[in-house]
């Protein structure tokens, strides 16, 4: 068998191609991390050569984004609060506190309603030298409502895909041979339409005497379709194309191979595409498996379908090692 492996991977050499990743062989847990993350770090630059403040805040979690606008207010407020401390309370009309913490207090209240624009009248600075001060924070309350409301937006008007994968790729029986399948689902509402899967087959071969990463793209059963209502199994016949023909798990481990998916749809919601990207890693290959239906039967018309059942799968018996290896 290893003689007829050896075979198959020289014979698909040249369908091999380099994606992005090159081919040198480095100890990594996974080239793809499950977010759709890159297992990459970037070293040798400054800090701020590499840092792009739009797409962090575009990118981060919800509560961390109103968590983080929420701490540059404070803080902004803070600033501007102290600075009428220091100049002196003398300078404001209106300041009723008597004790260090009230005078405080009403300077940080005075600067929130200077910085939001809201200004109740009560307290009111009287001079130049406080007057300007409430006149540089006004304009920074203005740019930094301005600068949250377009970030705000961005990060509505930015289309975010949330795909539900399969936690395993299985090796199942398909026709009269063995196809590899995972299964997706939309977990959002809105239309998708136009879905195309690219998957790669990554592994480590030894060429010529020196270990390479090879990156094989997998022939698939259906590579696109029109619409995505519901769940797709997607599926790479095994046959004797296939770079997978003949391989074990062993083969799998030995190899250390992943298995790198992208997705691309169209959002009708957004009028633009949305890419989703994914991995699986031998330890995830289960072979000896069927994926059991999320569909429940109909229920007010509606098709049900049951989106926990996403992993859920049977084992069963693949065809024989003498049938595969038939010629």
């Known amino acids: 068998m290893a003689s007829r492996l050896r075979n198959k991977f020289f014979r698909t050499e040249r369908e091999s191609n380099e994606i992005g990743f090159g081919t040198k062989v480095i100890d990594t847990q996974r080239m793809l991390n499950r977010d759709g993350s890159f297992n990459v770090k970037r070293t040798g630059l400054p800090f ?26 404070f803080i902004i407020n803070l600033i501007f609060a102290t600075l009428y401390f220091v100049f002196g ?12 913490i009230d ?15 809201v200004g109740y009248g009560r307290v009111n600075p009287m001079g130049f030298g406080v007057n300007l001060i409430a006149a540089i924070e006004s304009l920074t309350g203005l740019l930094f409502f301005a600068l949250a409301t377009g970030l705000l937006y961005g990060r509505f008007a930015r289309p975010v895909a949330k795909f539900s994968f399969s936690n395993n790729i299985i090796v199942a029986p398909f026709k009269d041979i063995t196809g590899l399948m995972f299964r997706v689902a939309n977990k959002f509402n809105h ?32 590579a696109k379709i029109n619409f995505f209502p519901t769940s797709w199994t997607i599926n790479h016949p095994i ?26 749809a169209f959002d009708e919601n957004f009028a633009q595409n949305v890419n989703i990207r994914y991995s699986y890693k ?17 229920e007010n018309g509606m098709q049900v379908m049951n989106m926990q059942k996403i992993d859920a ?4 018996e693949l065809p024989t090692m003498a049938d595969l290896f038939a010629e």
């Open 282 to 298: 031998h330890t995830e290959v289960i072979y000896g498996a069927k994926f059991v239906t999320m569909m429940e039967g109909v």
């Open 191 to 222: 239309q998708l339409i136009d879905l195309e899967a690219t998957v790669t087959f990554s592994i480590v071969q030894e060429i010529n005497g020196v270990k390479q990463r090879r990156f094989h793209f997998l022939k698939l059963e259906l």
């Open 103 to 117: 005078h405080f207090t009403e300077m940080f209240f005075f600067s929130t309603q200077t910085f939001t624009t």
């Open 48 to 73: 701020l050569a590499g840092f792009s403040f739009y797409h962090w805040f575009i990118t981060l979690r919800w509560s961390v984004f109103f968590l983080v606008i929420a701490i540059g207010y």
């Open 239 to 264: 046959d004797d194309s296939s770079p997978l023909y003949a391989l074990t798990l062993e083969d799998l481990v030995e190899g250390d191979a992943e298995f790198l998916v992208l997705l691309k």
């Open 89 to 100: 309370t003398n300078h404001f009309a209106g300041v009723e506190g008597i004790t260090f």
């Open 313 to 316: 799968y049977e084992k069963v």
